[in-house]
């Protein structure tokens, strides 16, 4: 059997993607209910951080336990991968001791590298060009709160990063239209934009991506491995900010998203998270139900 591997969005067909995000919720279910749910014991999951999180590796390592399984926490400065053991050869002895492997890095190659040699499923947890754990909270967020995103349109914020990319990815896995608002020079990967030319525009203006749109999410302005670009990225994006009075052009049930962590008066003006049509709460609980859905299927399969 062919091992299976989660590095973006388009590793999946669309009905597995939906499939995610119903498992996702009746996870949720269960566990508000208080039902112990285990399909996953004596399963272990290393986590390997090259960059620092906060949901990321609670979300990954409270998910395991609430499935029965158990998380190994395993940082660069922990391992030989920080010394500059080649990314195959971890690749190769790591999957013969655990069962299921999620990476945070920058290099989207050093994953995809890693993920040919691991003989075990491999988790994007980030890199420097998708986040698409994080969309699938978001699509099952969306869900949650106005039933199917298909034939929706959503608005994009900001910095053509690694979230852009990824939203790009799944307007053509959940079938929308995605319209981004970034300045001129930090547009999205430009093969990911030509791949998916019918599904994407790309403006200057806030206004012309927000007009009816029915989602708008947005991120900060400058990434982990960007800190000194912040001043440049600062001026350049000053007026891409999403506000109360921003939100006005979208629809009127529209929806704002923020991965998180947020910086007020940057991308968001002081008082957008706790904006009535802001989720970014329900979104960031949703990262633990939605890998514990993507875990599941990994390890197990559907669960009719």
């Known amino acids: 059997m062919t091992t299976r591997h989660f590095l973006t969005l388009q590793d999946f067909e669309p009905a597995e993607l939906d499939y995610i995000i119903q498992r996702g919720i009746a996870l949720k279910a269960k566990q508000a209910s208080g039902e112990i749910y285990e399909p996953l014991r004596a399963k272990v999951l290393a986590m390997i951080f090259e960059k620092s999180s906060t949901r990321t590796r609670v979300s990954f390592e409270s998910g395991m336990a609430q499935l029965g399984g158990q998380a190994l926490f395993l940082s660069s400065r922990d391992t030989q991968l920080g010394r500059g053991e080649p990314v195959e050869d971890s690749a190769r002895v790591l999957s013969r001791m655990v069962d299921i492997i999620m990476i945070r890095t920058f290099s989207h190659e050093t994953l995809e590298r890693f993920a040919q040699f691991s003989d075990v499923p491999v988790i994007n947890a980030l890199t420097d060009d998708y986040h698409p754990c ?79 749109a029915d989602l708008v999410a947005t991120d900060v302005w400058a990434s982990m491995g960007q800190e000194e670009e912040a001043k440049i990225r600062a001026a350049a994006f000053k007026p891409y900010q999403v506000s109360p009075a921003l939100m006005q052009h979208a629809a009127p049930d529209a929806l704002f998203m923020h991965c998180l962590p947020a910086h007020r008066g940057e991308e968001i003006s002081e008082t957008m998270l706790d904006h009535p049509c802001s989720v970014v709460w329900d979104e960031a609980e949703n990262r633990l139900h939605a890998q514990k859905a993507l875990m599941e299927f990994l390890l197990n399969g559907r669960v009719d």
């Not at 790309?202 to 927000?210: H, K, P, R």
Request: one cysteine or more; proline letters at 3%; hydrophobic letters at 35%.
């Open 134 to 212: 994080q969309l699938l909270a978001d699509m099952q967020t969306y869900y949650e709160h106005r039933g199917s995103i298909r034939g929706k349109t959503v608005a994009w914020i900001g910095d053509g990063n690694n979230m852009c990319n990824s939203y790009i990815n799944a307007a053509s896995s959940y079938d929308f239209k995605l319209r981004v608002a970034c300045p001129k020079g930090y547009e999205p990967l430009k093969s990911l934009c030509e791949q998916h030319a019918d599904r994407i525009f790309i403006t200057e203006s806030l206004e012309e991506a927000v007009t009816g």
